[in-house]
T-cell receptor, first 113, second 111 residues
Framework: GAVVSQHPSWVICKSGTSVKIECRSL??????MFWYRQFPKQSLMLMAT?????????EQGVEKDKFLINHASLTLSTLTVTSAHPEDSSFYIC?????????FGPGTRLTVT | GIQVEQSPPDLILQEGANSTLRCNFS?????LQWFHQNPWGQLINLFY???GTKQNGRLSATTVATERYSLLYISSSQTTDSGVYFC?????????????FGKGTKLSVKP
């Protein structure tokens, strides 16, 4: 299967600060990247879809100015949570799309205090 | 949008027992995958199975696309099978990577 890495694996930040999460597809080129988040004891929800070199498309209810996505290369995408608040505390997971079967990164657990 | 329902929501088994997890979906799909989320949150791909039957060791899955359901079978369960099992689908005509997840089945296997 595909190898996907995320960094950091967990982060604690103070309210009002910004956090950047990196997602790398290590063994294939991902033209499309999907970002999901998972609140405790809940399922995964798609946040946004980005294509390499173009602007991301956000799902309804996801603030595009708060969750900045950059997909500048076929192997790297970043998600920046700007002016984080405690309600942004969640598990963020990326999923690069390279074939019909989707693989997921190991996730980043964000805690905003 | 498409609805994905998984049952049962919780399942407790004794080690060695067999189980069947079900996933119903409300519309035609072009992708259906089963995942196991381990205690650290990593989603582990179990099956890519938009139709048909597949087996991998103690696990097997069947999807009947015309009747819009999929089943995941776990035989001779082990404590390491514990975790949450998710079914995820993408709509026919849409991107296969745009997955909609069910709420999961939380499996606990007791020694």
């Amino acid at each position: 299967g595909a190898v996907v890495s995320q960094h950091p694996s967990w982060v604690i930040c103070k309210s009002g600060t910004s956090v950047k999460i990196e997602c790398r597809s290590l063994d294939f080129q991902a033209t499309t990247m999907f970002w999901y988040r998972q609140f405790p004891k809940q399922s995964l929800m798609l946040m946004a879809t980005s294509n390499e070199g173009s602007k991301a498309t956000y799902e309804q209810g996801v603030e595009k100015d708060k969750f900045l996505i950059n997909h500048a290369s076929l192997t790297l995408s970043t998600l920046t949570v700007t002016s984080a608040h405690p309600e942004d505390s969640s598990f963020y997971i990326c999923s690069p799309s390279g074939s019909y079967e989707q693989y997921f990164g190991p996730g980043t657990r964000l805690t905003v205090t | 949008g498409i609805q994905v329902e998984q049952s049962p929501p919780d399942l407790i088994l004794q080690e060695g027992a067999n189980s069947t997890l079900r996933c119903n979906f409300s519309d035609s799909v072009n992708n259906l995958q089963w995942f196991h989320q381990n205690p650290w949150g990593q989603l582990i791909n179990l099956f890519y199975i938009p139709s048909g039957t597949k087996q991998n060791g103690r696990l097997s899955a069947t999807t009947v696309a015309t009747e819009r359901y999929s089943l995941l079978y776990i035989s001779s369960s082990q404590t390491t099978d514990s975790g949450v099992y998710f079914c995820a689908v993408s709509m026919w005509g849409g991107s296969q990577g745009n997955l909609i997840f069910g709420k999961g089945t939380k499996l606990s296997v007791k020694p």
